[in-house]
């Protein structure tokens, strides 16, 4: 278990963090996380509430939960990129790292704290060359924080994301899930209820030859 009080109090981001900067083809290592608890991690001044990670590697986590956590830009709990190239929300224009795989994971009123910058993917924000999502969940994320973007969103070559369930949650524009880009994508079994937005689901992508969205509610 991760708590707020195992970094130092003087620090604006309390979270782990993983940055290899501009350096794009340098990595620290693949990280891998299984049943860990992260509780009220923030980033105060950048991205990723309570993970965040900008380099070329592999990322897994498996049965993890994360309670309360924010940051104050994007990726209210994760975020996840090889290189971050742009912080305009509608572009999100990231270089792709090579695997984002979370699986049987739960965001519990996780969020995104507005300060003059836009905010989104209050649950997980990936860029991934091989994104995997698998029975992850969400419960009141940006509840009473409203967010400008979605709780996942996602960019990725191959996206395969089934069994996503979100409870709760306030956006301006999309609330579930967004895919802005991606080749191939297959979506199935999702649920969402109790949001508040324009939209539960948003799909931003060039070509739909490589789609398929089924047996969701």
Not at 18 to 26: L, Q, R, V
Not at 49 to 72: D, L, P
Not at 193 to 208: A, D, L, P, Q, V
Request: aromatic share 10%; proline share 0%.
């Amino acid at each position: 278990s991760i708590s707020v009080d195992d970094y130092p109090t003087d620090r604006n981001d309390r979270r782990a963090h993983i940055n290899c900067g501009e350096n794009e083809d340098k990595s620290m290592g693949d990280v891998i996380i299984i049943k860990c608890i992260f509780t009220d991690s923030f980033a105060g001044q950048y991205k990723g509430g309570a993970i965040s990670i900008e380099q070329n590697c592999e990322v897994i986590i498996t049965e993890t939960i994360f309670i309360r956590c924010y940051s104050v830009q994007k990726g209210g709990a994760l975020y996840l990129v090889k290189y971050s190239l742009d912080d305009d929300y509608n572009k999100c224009e990231d270089n792709l790292l090579k695997k984002s795989d979370i699986q049987y994971c739960c965001f519990q009123d996780c969020y995104t704290l507005k300060k003059n910058n836009l905010t989104c993917g209050v649950a997980l924000y990936s860029s991934a060359y091989n994104t995997t999502l698998l029975y992850d969940s969400t419960i009141n994320c940006s509840d009473t924080e409203i967010s400008d973007g979605a709780q996942f969103d996602l960019q990725a070559n191959d996206l395969v994301a089934k069994f996503l369930n979100v409870t709760g949650g306030k956006s301006k524009s999309c609330c579930g899930v967004h895919v802005r880009r991606a080749d191939s994508v297959l979506i199935q079994y999702h649920g969402m209820n109790k949001m508040e937005c324009k939209w539960g689901t948003m799909i931003s992508i060039n070509s739909y030859n490589n789609f398929v969205l089924s047996t969701c509610n």
